[in-house]
């Protein structure tokens, strides 16, 4: 039998930066992949401007 360990991790490069609840925000979509949830929504404001 062949084991082999598979490294999943991937890194988001961006020259911006989280702002307002964005980091909170990615805090739990990461907390809940660590969690193994299998559907997870993010909610947004269509109304921004960018």
Sequence with gaps: M????V???FE??????PAGD???A????AAGIKNKE???ILL??????V
């Design 38 to 40: 299998k559907a997870q």
């Design 12 to 17: 988001v490069v961006s020259k911006y930066q």
């Design 2 to 5: 062949i084991q082999r360990e």
């Design 26 to 29: 990615i805090e739990e979509l």
């Design 7 to 9: 490294d999943h991790t």
């Design 22 to 24: 964005q980091p909170q």
């Design 44 to 49: 947004g404001d269509r109304k921004s401007v």
